[in-house]
């Protein structure tokens, strides 16, 4: 047993047990971040707290909701929207927040990409964030489940279709996964548990890993300079902040974010108010009924991008490209094979690429959410022949960029 | 001034991916159907004056009321309304109020020829009459001048037009085929609350003897309306009141031919079973917005103090 | 600079709280279940009915004659009279630690099996450990019927002499 000395006062005993000046002085008072750094660079904690947005107004949802395919449409739109007590506002918050963190996401990601934050020791920091889309991406398509509406129903049984591996016809594996012929009970309760413990728990890990993996390689900044923190981090204790390159993480690197996390709640709270028919679509307000497809069917607008990469091929080479559309991005640190981790702009045809990937994703959106006909069809088939493209040509364009 | 502009692109891509995902996506999969404003200007126009007092005595001789209560006056056909819709397919409408709920216009053209003023020639024939007959005249030589003051009557025993209320509206002219569970309506009327599991039970199956018969008549059973609020938008809905066939093709739903001010009431009541919170949200909406620009507020003076000794 | 801003954001935090706290309260449904219609008429002298109210037990007991007659002043202020009938209603739940006593007819008296607590047939307790009668519910009385959950004067009346809980 450790010698304890008797403290003097309750920071000390604490700091005895938990070490916590020591914690405070690591994880903020000395954590370094670039002082050369925009308001992109607060996404991360945009995340974060949309994240705990989605927690709290998740808890007060679990404790009305019913995973039972007769009671849940009406758990949801009846008891939670009309009886419980603001039970609609958790319940705007959760789908409008739902929606949004993926705008966050896709921001956090093409600011990683812009500024090659992927590069030079922080592949693991890619790594992880890729890790963390694919979980918010099942949690999100597992939570649009619970209302049972039909777009709940549909998208459950068209998803879970893409497991039967095209022609390989694996229908096992789909009615495994169902729990059933089609969605129905077991399939609903799954994924129930799913969205409120399995999926959560994982993302909380993640995010773990994310947060460690920026700790030794330090946060990017926004000309690539290459920083000493040890030597910036002397000037910055000697008091002389202005002339020092870094910033410490609180209150200086906070103050900022809060301020971006400020602004971002204002346009938060007002499509949560008035403008919350992007994340709660109206055919999801129709209860799922097996015998009916709704005439028009889209994923949520986040996937569409992917969903059209499936769509305009033959069934085997659809869900190939979907695959090669999945993982492609979490390859990115090695695709890229120029050494320079500095701004797009200053990468030459790098930039092109990285602007054509932007605009192709925007497009591939687009008409992943039209109907496949005519002129739509054409543009979606051609938007996804890009994209593999340039995924292609990203090793050889790299390959060829001048070392700065 | 870097970072305005580094905004200024985000909000744009931000902005763009918005519109082609919702307003332009939407405006290409759903035809946009123009109201009309209730003005059922396919029908003939009203050309006679009626008389109500005149249009007592057709309605009677007209045999109205061997299908339809009035139950404001008394009449009763002694029917339940379940015998009544295995009989006629569905429950005929209680004509208290449908003066006052129903176009003139509308009413007029209904009684000379049911399926042409709810547009359902399509589902009937030779074959397969209307349920309800049409109106032949009662013995005068002029039936327009009959039918007129049948119309005069019904609006005279009916309340003032602006009286109609959600529920008189939405009862009379929907809920005889469509159930609202959020309301508690159910095509025979609001769900009693039995003490007894078997008196439940025994209601419930008389609903379903009822929806039997209305699938049987329509092909389909109407959809339950709680949710369509959000389902569907309120243009849709008003639009599909106000000609069901100019949103969706070849459907069973009859035109209800109510006035401009009754479908409001519809809507209104719908709004009621499936929506009606608005106001709290609207308000609490508001409270939010004003505490967020003190929160916006604190946060950049207290960024800008701490910056101040870092630039 | 920095405390204000942690004020405001305090204040944003109490009113989160607050719609917490109202997403807790009983639901609107719950509350208008509440009442429960019981017809008096269909008693039998001697039985014990018990009646479901805001998911407690209710006991209805109607006393025969003799029962009336042999009760004193105490007991008989806890009677609730409907068409001249005496009787006994109270939610069925020991005052001790909320089981259910069992009416036994000889006796005309509650045995809660629990702990051996007694009560006699007008709920007053008898016998330890339970420290109170048996609960009068709100109650009104409309001819032979009576609603559980709305006072009615008889009701009132009991609850301001205090004997009620």
Same mark, same amino acid.
């Given at each position: ?10 920071? =000390? ?16 008072? &000395? ?41 849940? %449409? ?100 789909? &009615? ?16 129930? @548990? ?16 994310? %947060? ?10 926004? #000309?690539? =300079? ?118 797009? #702009? ?10 054509? @990937? ?47 | ?89 569905? #429950? ?30 399509? !589902? ?98 109407? $959809?339950?309306?709680? @949710?369509?609020?959000?389902?569907? #938008? ?41 929506? $009606?919170?608005?106001? &709290?949200?609207? =308000? ?28 | ?71 004193? &002043? =105490? ?54 450990? $339970? ?27 009991? !609850? ?6």
């Amino acid at each position: 047993m450790a010698h304890f000395e008797k403290a003097k006062s309750l920071n =000390e005993w604490l700091d005895q047990r938990l070490a916590i000046n020591t914690l405070n002085r690591v994880l903020a008072k &000395e954590y370094w971040i670039p002082k050369d750094i925009n308001f992109l660079w607060a996404m991360g904690m945009v995340l974060a707290i949309t994240f705990g947005i989605l927690l709290v107004s998740g808890i007060f949802l679990l404790m009305y909701y019913q995973p039972n395919v007769d009671l849940a %449409f009406d758990s949801v739109n009846f008891t939670i929207m009309q009886e419980v007590g603001y039970g609609w506002l958790w319940r705007h918050v959760h789908a409008v927040a739902a929606s949004v963190v993926f705008l966050i996401i896709y921001i956090h990601m093409f600011t990683g990409i812009y500024y090659g934050s992927y590069k030079k020791g922080r592949e693991l920091i890619w790594i992880s964030g890729m890790l963390l889309f694919v979980a918010f991406s099942a949690e999100a398509f597992s939570g649009y489940m619970l209302p049972w509406g039909q777009m709940s129903y549909w998208a459950g049984m068209v998803i879970t279709n893409l497991f039967s591996m095209g022609s390989l016809e694996l229908n096992g594996i789909v &009615e495994w996964i169902r729990g059933d012929y089609v969605p129905a009970q077991a399939f609903l309760d799954r994924f129930f @548990m799913l969205h409120v413990l399995l999926i959560p728990v994982a993302i909380l890990a993640l995010i773990g890993v994310h %947060f460690g993996a920026l700790r030794l390689p330090h946060v990017n900044n926004q #000309n690539g =300079e290459e920083i000493d923190f040890a030597v910036e981090a002397e000037k910055y204790k000697a008091g002389n902040k202005a002339a020092s390159k870094v910033i410490a993480f609180a209150n200086d690197f906070m103050s900022k974010d809060l301020f971006v996390v400020a602004v971002f709640l204002v346009f938060f709270f007002y499509l949560v108010f008035w403008n919350y028919g992007f994340a709660m679509d109206p055919v999801n307000f129709d209860p799922a009924d097996g015998l009916v497809t709704p005439a028009h069917i889209y994923p949520e607008w986040y996937f569409l991008w992917s969903y059209e990469i499936l769509r305009p091929f033959s069934k085997d080479i659809g869900l190939v490209a979907f695959a090669f559309a999945q993982v492609i991005f979490f390859l990115l640190p090695f695709l890229d094979r120029s050494p320079n981790a500095v701004p797009a #702009n200053r990468r030459g045809l790098f930039s092109i690429w990285f602007w054509a @990937m932007l605009v192709d994703l925007i497009v591939l959106t687009a008409m992943g959410k039209l109907p496949p006909e005519g002129i739509y069809s054409t543009i979606g088939l051609v938007a996804a022949l890009v994209f593999i493209a340039l995924w292609i040509i990203l090793p050889i364009i790299t390959k060829l960029e001048k070392k700065l | 001034m870097k970072e305005f502009i580094i905004l200024a692109v985000v909000t744009f891509f931000s902005l763009l991916t918005y519109w082609l995902v919702e307003p332009f996506a939407h405006s290409q999969m759903h035809a946009h159907v123009e109201s009309e404003g209730f003005a059922y200007a396919d029908l003939p126009a009203l050309t006679k004056e009626g008389n109500a007092t005149r249009g007592a005595d057709t309605f009677m001789a007209g045999g109205c009321i061997g299908c339809h209560n009035v139950q404001a006056l008394g009449m009763e056909t002694g029917m339940s309304a379940k015998d009544a819709a295995s009989a006629y397919g569905v #429950n005929p409408p209680d004509l208290s109020n449908a003066g006052a709920i129903y176009d003139a216009k509308f009413l007029a053209d209904l009684i000379k020829n049911p399926a042409h003023a709810t547009i359902v020639e399509h !589902k009937f024939n030779d074959m397969r009459m209307h349920p309800m007959p049409a109106f032949y005249g009662a013995g005068g030589d002029d039936i327009d001048q009959e039918i007129a003051d049948i119309v005069a009557y019904m609006q005279s025993i009916a309340v003032q037009a602006e009286e109609v209320t959600p529920t008189m509206a939405f009862e009379n002219a929907c809920g005889r085929c469509h159930a609202v569970r959020y309301t508690n309506w159910t095509q025979l009327g609001e769900m009693p609350n039995f003490k007894y599991k078997k008196d439940d039970l025994r209601f419930q199956a008389d609903v379903l003897d009822y929806q039997d018969a209305v699938k049987a008549y329509m092909g389909k059973l109407p $959809p339950d309306l709680s @949710m369509y609020i959000r389902s569907r #938008n309120e243009h849709f809905i008003s639009t599909f009141i106000e000609n069901p066939q100019s949103q969706l093709h070849g459907t069973a739903m009859p035109r209800t031919g109510v006035t401009a001010h009754s479908a409001e009431k519809v809507i209104e009541y719908m709004r009621m079973a499936g929506d $009606p919170l608005v106001e &709290e949200r609207n =308000e609490t909406g508001k409270n939010v917005m004003i505490y967020m620009i003190f929160f916006v507020l604190f946060a950049y003076l207290w960024k800008r103090q701490i910056w101040k000794d870092l630039h | 600079m920095g405390k204000a801003f942690g004020a405001v954001a305090g204040v944003g935090a109490v009113g989160a709280l607050y719609a917490m706290k109202k997403s807790w309260d009983p639901l609107p449904s719950v509350k208008a279940a509440g009442f429960t219609t019981v017809d008096m008429s269909v008693c039998t002298p001697n039985k014990l009915i018990v009646e479901k109210w805001r998911g407690k037990p209710i006991f209805i007991l109607k006393k025969t004659a003799e029962m009336v007659a042999a009760q004193n &002043e =105490e007991q008989t202020a806890r009677d609730v009279i409907v068409g001249g009938e005496h009787f006994l209603i109270a939610v069925g739940l020991c005052t001790h630690l909320g089981c259910i006593p069992a009416y036994r007819e000889n006796e005309h008296g509650f045995l809660c099996a629990c702990h051996g607590g007694e009560f006699d047939a007008s709920g007053i307790d008898t016998k330890a450990p $339970p420290p109170s009668p048996l609960v009068i519910p709100p109650f009104k009385i409309t001819g032979t019927t009576v609603v559980l959950g709305e006072a009615g004067p008889e009701y009132s009346k009991m !609850k301001e002499s205090g004997i009620t809980a």
